[in-house]
């Protein structure tokens, strides 16, 4: 080969490797028209809700009391949580998180239900609530939904998914070439003036938080209605049928409240056992009641405070759970979840972290994670990550500001590099994208429907009308 070939084969390979910098740059600059504002979103409301339930708590459960004693039976702060609220019957019942805090009830009357907190040494009732809609769930309706139900839901799984899509293309975009070497990869320039610092600073943030930002993004998919709900958590559904009781029509989803999410993953769209049978393990000799089945639940050596659900009818069933989903204690690998015969008192499921599917197990930890449930360390990071999403839009709103066209009315996005190369090895360029766009339809199937969604238009009514496609170059 002679040194005139191999200067030209270099040539072409340079000329390929900026095209498809520009692709990736055109990519990642539309997806993140879309991306940025909800990951805006995502951020702020996550961040607020980081903090309310770090110091407050979800439904006031921070609450300190005198520590008197030992406290009240749970039958007698029962009878004082009813007695506030006329005609009302608790459905639930919250172990206090520790010696010197309060208690909790959720008392329902027709179809309004109270959170009232309640002093377990005294019974006095100290605070009286809407349950679940307070501030928390409040902001979390706009976490999850935006306020529009399903509608909403599947913009954020949009957003989420092609978020995937920008961090690839921004790892891309950021990692050293021609000569640029890993210090400004992962250190600001500083110095840098204008474009080139706010650049600077923007691919070095985004390198850092981008595995944080995928494992955020990949726990809350997981809750989404299409990704989640219908992929990889009907997948990872707990098998009831093991339990060898009575199934009830009901589902663990049913035991959630108004769109939260208040039991383990894995265990959502499980059917629920149903009480009178014989089926089961010796639990509770006595009279199955509140009182003791709490005094059960105490000698299962949780690891911080636990909930007890009433039965609804005569084929309901007790409920104890401990887990990380509930903000019950700072180990996800301590979640259990079990289900009492409100008859016989026998156990009809006693189902444990090491019972979860392996996915199962990584949400526990993922959802864990991204509440900010697992120590002081984990606060700290959440609230840069959060201010760090900020930034990043920050950044790139100047970027684009500086490098906009001021003359022309033009959107100012990466131009689109002309006659593409085959790469790699004779393999046309729209091939690879095809391949990759099956691979995402796969495991993402919203966001491939939103890119195919774009070249439709770019290739039909863009084209018809070529003063709206300047305006987008």
């Known amino acids: 080969m002679t040194d005139t070939t191999m200067g030209a084969e270099a040539s072409q390979a340079v000329t390929a490797a900026n095209k498809f910098y520009f692709i990736a740059w055109r990519w990642h600059f539309y997806a993140g028209l879309y991306v940025m504002p909800f990951l805006v979103m995502l951020a702020t409301t996550g961040l607020i809700m980081l903090w309310i339930s770090w110091f407050a708590g979800v439904g006031g459960e921070r609450m300190t009391v005198a520590v008197q004693g030992q406290p009240m039976a749970v039958s007698a702060l029962q009878t004082a949580v009813e007695a506030a609220v006329p005609g009302g019957s608790a459905i639930q019942y919250v172990e206090p998180l520790a010696a010197d805090r309060v208690a909790a009830f959720a008392v329902q009357a027709g179809d309004t239900t109270t959170g009232v907190v309640v002093d377990p040494y005294t019974a006095d009732v100290l605070h009286t609530f809407p349950w679940r809609a307070g501030w928390y769930d409040f902001v979390n309706k706009i976490h999850g939904t935006l306020f529009l139900g399903a509608f909403g839901d599947r913009m954020i799984e949009i957003a989420a998914s092609l978020a995937i899509v920008m961090i690839a293309t921004g790892l891309y975009l950021h990692w050293p070439r021609n000569g640029s070497g890993w210090r400004n990869a992962l250190v600001p320039r500083l110095s840098a003036k204008g474009r080139t610092?706010?650049?600077?600073?923007?691919?070095?943030?985004?390198?850092?938080?981008?595995?944080?930002?995928?494992?955020?993004?990949?726990?809350?998919?997981?809750?989404?209605?299409?990704?989640?709900?219908?992929?990889?958590?009907?997948?990872?559904?707990?098998?009831?049928?093991?339990?060898?009781?009575?199934?009830?029509?009901?589902?663990?989803?049913?035991?959630?409240?108004?769109?939260?999410?208040?039991?383990?993953?894995?265990?959502?769209?499980?059917?629920?056992?149903?009480?009178?049978?014989?089926?089961?393990?010796?639990?509770?000799?006595?009279?199955?009641?509140?009182?003791?089945?709490?005094?059960?639940?105490?000698?299962?050596?949780?690891?911080?405070?636990?909930?007890?659900?009433?039965?609804?009818?005569?084929?309901?069933?007790?409920?104890?759970?401990?887990?990380?989903?509930?903000?019950?204690?700072?180990?996800?690998?301590?979640?259990?979840?079990?289900?009492?015969?409100?008859?016989?008192?026998?156990?009809?499921?006693?189902?444990?972290?090491?019972?979860?599917?392996?996915?199962?197990?990584?949400?526990?930890?993922?959802?864990?994670?991204?509440?900010?449930?697992?120590?002081?360390?984990?606060?700290?990071?959440?609230?840069?990550?959060?201010?760090?999403?900020?930034?990043?839009t920050v950044s790139g709103l100047v970027m684009w500001w500086k490098r906009r066209p001021e003359t022309a009315a033009r959107l100012g996005a990466p131009p689109r590099p002309r006659d593409l190369p085959i790469w790699p090895v004779d393999l046309p360029v729209w091939k690879a994208a095809a391949g990759l766009i099956v691979v995402l339809g796969v495991l993402f199937p919203l966001s491939v429907a939103a890119i195919i969604a774009v070249l439709l238009i770019d290739l039909t009514l863009l084209r018809l009308m070529p003063g709206v496609k300047r305006a987008l170059s």
Not at 239 to 256: I, R, Y
Not at 334 to 356: C, E, F, M, P, Q
Request: charged share 15%; net charge negative; hydrophobic share 45%.
């Open 197 to 392: 610092f706010w650049k600077s600073l923007h691919g070095v943030l985004g390198f850092w938080i981008s595995a944080i930002l995928v494992v955020f993004l990949i726990s809350g998919l997981s809750w989404a209605g299409i990704w989640g709900e219908r992929m990889v958590q009907a997948w990872n559904t707990f098998p009831a049928e093991k339990w060898g009781a009575p199934l009830s029509d009901a589902t663990h989803a049913d035991m959630n409240h108004e769109g939260s999410h208040h039991v383990p993953w894995g265990l959502e769209q499980t059917p629920m056992p149903a009480s009178g049978s014989l089926a089961g393990v010796d639990a509770i000799a006595a009279d199955v009641s509140i009182d003791s089945v709490a005094e059960f639940a105490r000698t299962l050596g949780f690891d911080g405070r636990f909930q007890i659900n009433v039965p609804a009818d005569d084929t309901g069933v007790w409920t104890i759970s401990h887990d990380s989903m509930s903000n019950d204690g700072p180990d996800p690998a301590a979640d259990r979840t079990l289900h009492i015969d409100r008859h016989s008192g026998n156990v009809l499921a006693d189902v444990k972290y090491a019972d979860y599917s392996a996915y199962a197990k990584a949400m526990a930890w993922g959802i864990a994670f991204h509440e900010g449930d697992l120590g002081v360390w984990n606060l700290v990071l959440n609230t840069l990550f959060c201010l760090s999403i900020m930034t990043l």
